[in-house]
């Protein structure tokens, strides 16, 4: 059986992120959004999510290239002194893998976002963390365990296979893209170990932030059996800080496709069943 969740990341963001997030929801095919609960705009997404009891909103961990919740006087070794997370993986990375105050930061950081989600009211419905951070063993583990404490039931695995990407475009497999696919084994072992649930395959890596109509059209038309998520960056439109933090990245192309008569009519040739993460979960 086929099962699609399609999600959004970066809800809280930017009111612009948020517009979009609720029209793709109330007139496209999105289940799901991932919530920064330290956003410029995460007040403003709390709100629409209220408004939307059947979008499952979960938290978007943010431990690299982000805000964090807890000052910067909490957080010395991991943050810059305006409060935000650097752009280096390879240097958090050792941070939180090899010093034992890095590890001490960012278990503190992890549980003062659930915490702060948990202040929202809202369920929670899964987690992932932002640039797939949670990939780390340190983060992954830390986000399992503490987020169990908060309820966690669901964490996404992005394993991206490339048969589908090639029966739907232009893809070149690399060694790097090979070394992933095997570096995702730890991280589904430690979801699947706690007792979490997770998905079988995840589509938005390869094409982040060009996740056009024509694209998941094609890709939603070759889906492979099993659990599916397939994420976008949507936008209604393009404001400084998306362009200061993506450049590149179509925002409101991702935005309209979610919402492209193509992408449903994908979806529905490869008889995908529409779910979200609730769905997953044993009853």
Known sequence: MKRAIISADDFGLSVEVNEAIEIAHREGVLSTASLMVAGPA??????????????????HLVVIEGA??????????????????????????????????????????????????????????????????????????????????????????????????????????????????????LLRHQILSAGLVTNDWCFGLAWSGHMTADRVAALAAHLPEGVSEIYFHPATHKNALLQKLMPTYEHKAEFEALCSS??????????????????????
């Open 68 to 185: 964090s919740v807890l000052p910067h006087t909490r957080l010395p070794l991991v943050t810059q002194p305006d409060g935000w997370f650097s752009s280096s993986q390879l240097g958090l990375g050792i941070d939180y893998f090899f010093r034992p105050e890095g590890r001490k930061e960012l278990a503190a950081e992890i549980t003062a976002q659930f915490e702060a989600f948990r202040r929202t009211g809202l369920v929670l419905d899964h987690a992932n963390a932002h640039k797939h951070m949670h990939l780390h063993p340190t983060v992954g583990r830390l986000l399992i365990d503490i987020g169990k404490q908060y309820g966690l039931r669901a964490v996404r695995t992005p394993l991206e296979p490339p048969e589908p990407l090639y029966a739907a475009g232009t893809y070149t497999d690399t060694l790097g893209d090979a070394a992933l696919r095997r570096w995702t084994n």
């Open 262 to 283: 193509g992408f449903r009519a994908g979806l529905e040739h490869s008889h995908a069943v529409l779910s979200g993460w609730r769905d997953m979960i044993p009853s």
């Open 42 to 59: 995460a007040e403003d997404a709390v709100e629409r999510a209220k408004r939307l009891p059947n979008l499952g909103v979960g938290l």
